[in-house]
């Protein structure tokens, strides 16, 4: 009895793992054979990215790696400056996106916000 007990786990076990194997089969990335065998409609072209700038220095970048790039968020709403109240909104059709890397806009703030410490510490910058 006990010998068929381990049988019947076993059974259950390799049940769940094969149900586990068809469901990552299913939830796979395509390669890119499949890709180019679906169309090209998901191509850019630099027609797509006509008037969105990149808000990073060209010397910012590592030669040979990739980096990706995502929309900088823009505000929606026109705030009046002394009341701090939305007035009005903001003319989206405007060519005014912009590309950049979070990681790389967090370092250079980052950076930044060590030298106006090193400044303070050194009696150059207001404390």
Do not use: C
Not at 2 to 17: A, H, S
Not at 22 to 42: C, H, M
Not at 54 to 78: M, R, Y
Request: charged share 30%; proline share 2%.
């Amino acid at each position: 009895q006990q010998q068929k007990k381990e049988e019947d786990k076993r059974g259950k076990k390799k049940k769940k793992q094969k149900k586990k194997r068809v469901q990552n089969a299913q939830l796979s990335i395509p390669t890119e054979e499949e890709e180019e065998q679906n169309g090209d409609d998901n191509q850019y072209t630099s027609a797509d990215l006509q008037g969105i700038q990149v808000s990073h220095a060209t010397s910012d970048f590592q030669s040979g790696s990739t980096t990706i790039l995502t929309l900088a968020d823009n505000s929606i709403l026109t705030v009046d400056p002394d009341t701090q109240k939305a007035t009005g909104v903001n003319d989206t059709s405007a060519n005014n996106a912009q590309l950049i890397n979070v990681n790389m806009a967090s370092d250079s703030k980052a950076l930044e916000n060590l030298k106006r410490k090193r400044q303070i510490e050194l009696g150059v910058g207001r404390a």
